[in-house]
């Protein structure tokens, strides 16, 4: 004996909706985890890139300081370092407020701390502010790039060539 079937129970309805809002809040918890992954690596890229490009633009720069000439060096301090170049150009490295910046143009954004360390003939750290700035044979410059709770810091010692004896 054959029923002709024409709809659905009420029962069978609500059993339906029940299962789609379960699978819908699974698959959204999911997605929810995905989109965090993606904002974590999506930063640690952005800021690895801009601090590692700045920590090499730094580098390149400090290297071709002029030479151990007091004017050469105009401040030499932890959080500035101010010199001319082997082109005559005064360069001066600083942050300002979260902004490590070049000749007052930003560098990097999302800096928490830039430090300079510079180092004698001996590799004995001098004190900062540096009062006979020829006394500086390598600088060591560090720097900390963060947003949020993740952060990244990078460090180079730098052997300027006109510094070598």
């Keep these: 004996m054959k029923k002709d079937h024409k709809g659905h129970t009420l029962i069978e309805l609500v059993a339906v909706i029940a299962v789609a809002g379960i699978l819908s809040a699974g698959v959204a918890g999911t997605v929810l985890a995905v989109v965090d992954l993606w904002s974590f690596v999506s ?9 590692k490009m700045a920590i090499d633009w730094m580098t390149r ?3 071709t300081l002029r030479g151990n000439d007091a004017a050469d060096i105009q ?7 101010d010199f001319f170049d082997g082109d ?7 942050l300002s407020g979260s902004e490590l910046q070049r000749n007052s143009d930003p560098l990097c ?13 001996n590799n004995a750290a001098l004190a900062t502010p540096v009062g006979d700035v020829t006394d500086i044979w390598r600088v060591g410059v560090s720097i900390t790039v963060a ?3 993740e952060s990244i810091t990078y460090n180079s010692i730098i052997f300027p060539r006109n510094l070598r004896p």
Aim: hydrophobic content about 40%.
């Design 147 to 149: 947003s949020g709770n």
């Design 61 to 63: 720069e400090i290297r």
């Design 75 to 81: 401040v030499a301090d932890t959080d500035e370092f």
């Design 109 to 121: 954004r999302n800096v928490t701390n830039l430090l300079f360390t510079y180092f004698d003939e």
């Design 43 to 51: 930063f640690r890229n952005d800021e690895a890139v801009m601090g």
């Design 88 to 94: 005559d150009v005064n360069i001066v490295f600083e």
